[in-house]
């Protein structure tokens, strides 16, 4: 079970912290990852990190946002400096049973709910 938190509302050039804690399973061995779905729009990749570290992120969030894991906590962050309008989404985080997991939401097997952003102009 994954759960997400840590949405709310922020002005242009703000900062928020997106945690998803998980249960249930030992995650430390699954590739996380967050994506987010805006009004309107296709649920789209922000960034993951694999169960050795590494991680990737979408053109538009590098540099940005960082993702991170804490295994002995079961818990994945995505830290989001320098948010803009166009950052306004729901924000899901993924689980993924296979190594080497990509971009695509068909990798990920495990789903939290998710937790909105908004920011503001």
């Known amino acids: 079970q994954l759960q997400a938190s840590g949405g709310g509302l922020v002005q242009t050039g703000g900062s928020l912290r997106l945690s998803c804690a998980a249960s249930?399973?030992?995650?430390?061995?699954?590739?996380m990852a967050w994506f987010r779905q805006a009004p309107g729009k296709e649920r789209e990749f922000v960034a993951s990190?694999?169960?050795?570290?590494?991680?990737f992120y979408a053109e538009s969030v590098k540099g940005r946002f960082t993702i991170s894991r804490d295994n002995a906590l079961n818990t994945v962050l995505l830290q989001m400096n320098r948010l803009k309008p166009e950052d306004t989404a729901a924000y899901f985080c993924?689980?993924?049973?296979?190594?080497?997991?990509?971009?695509?939401?068909?990798?990920?097997?495990?789903w939290g709910q998710g937790t909105l952003v908004t920011v503001s102009s």
């Open positions: 249930g399973r030992p995650y430390s061995n699954y590739d």
């Open positions: 990190i694999w169960s050795g570290g590494l991680t």
């Open positions: 993924a689980a993924a049973d296979k190594k080497l997991s990509g971009s695509s939401q068909t990798e990920y097997d495990y």
